[in-house]
T-cell receptor, first 116, second 112 residues
């Protein structure tokens, strides 16, 4: 299955600032997914990123707050903009491993964000 | 809104016993079902997937699917302390750009 390198692994940020999270995949994938996992909660999909097109955002998430880039088939970034303490979460990228020799979704190691 | 329901637990089982984890889903159009294991502070790791009604076995793990009842379960035989983790049920509906909807997870504790 695909291997994902995600960074940073953690960060502490001041409110009002922005943080960009990067995910690099070791193989070409069509779709990349960005999830948020708030403390003690399950995973919530933020958006789906396809190369060459605008990301598709889920209800409750907007591009101005979570801009996403997908410049090629192996890389994507998620920016958390104008952060507030409510944005403190773990952010995870994921790829669909179907067609990569494995079925299912692989996750990056996550970015633990604390906003103070 | 599509929902995936799990009992949050904790589910406590003694070492060597069978752990049974359950999941129900609301969308009858769901086609693919996944079980993930998540250790504290780690990202989810895929354990099993199942598409067809019935049982699917992989080592100590068995996934069971009943689409009529909209129910999927995970059995862990010979539970080990290393199985202690949160188990997430995830459901994918065909035609939704392969999005996964996750349940809230069941925390499993395997006791010595």
């Amino acid at each position: 299955s695909a291997v994902i390198s995600q960074k940073p692994s953690r960060d502490i940020c001041q409110r009002g600032t922005s943080l960009t999270i990067q995910c690099q995949v070791d193989s070409q994938v069509t779709m990349m997914f960005w999830y948020r996992q708030q403390p003690g909660q399950s995973l919530t999909l933020i958006a789906t990123a396809n190369q060459g097109s605008e990301a598709t955002y889920e209800s409750g998430f907007v591009i101005d707050k979570f801009p996403i880039s997908r410049p090629n088939l192996t890389f994507s970034t998620l920016t958390v903009s104008n952060m507030s303490p409510e944005d403190s979460s773990i952010y995870l990228c994921s790829v669909d491993s179907q067609g990569q020799g494995a079925v299912g979704y692989t996750f990056g190691s996550g970015t633990r964000l604390t906003v103070v | 809104q599509k929902e995936v329901e799990q009992n949050s637990g904790p589910l406590s089982v003694p070492e060597g016993a069978i752990a049974s984890l359950n999941c129900t889903y609301s969308d009858r159009g769901s086609q693919s079902f996944f079980w993930y294991r998540q250790y504290s502070g780690k990202s989810p790791e895929l354990i099993m997937f199942i598409y067809s009604n019935g049982d699917k076995e992989d080592g100590r793990f068995t996934a069971q699917l009943n689409k009529a009842s909209q129910y999927v379960s995970l059995l862990i035989r010979d539970s080990q302390p290393s199985d202690s983790a949160t188990y997430l049920c995830a459901v994918m509906e065909t035609g939704t750009a392969s999005k996964l909807t996750f349940g809230t997870g069941t925390r499993l504790q395997v006791t010595l």
